[in-house]
């Protein structure tokens, strides 16, 4: 598994924090800080792709059988208080 190099632009606020995570040693350096927080932003997102994977499955479903098979009230925003307790 091979690292490429990529040109990124940042406004100058988003580099401010960069800069204070490196000045703090949180990080070694910016492209070490950039690296790891774009990879917790990835691994954030798995959770995005199963959700809207498993929507796409209960649209087909629906299509196929004229109607939603399962009825949630409120289940999305239950969903959304919950995760919220937990970063």
Known sequence: ???????VRLRDEEL???????ELGIFDSRSRALRELIK??????DEVSEVSSA????????????????KLPGALKQLLIERERFP
């Open 1 to 7: 598994m091979g690292s490429r190099t990529i040109p």
């Open 16 to 22: 401010k924090q960069v800069d204070a995570l490196v």
């Open 40 to 45: 917790l932003g990835i691994d954030s997102l």
């Open 55 to 70: 929507l796409r499955k209960l649209f087909e479903l629906e299509k196929k059988e004229g109607s939603m098979p399962i």
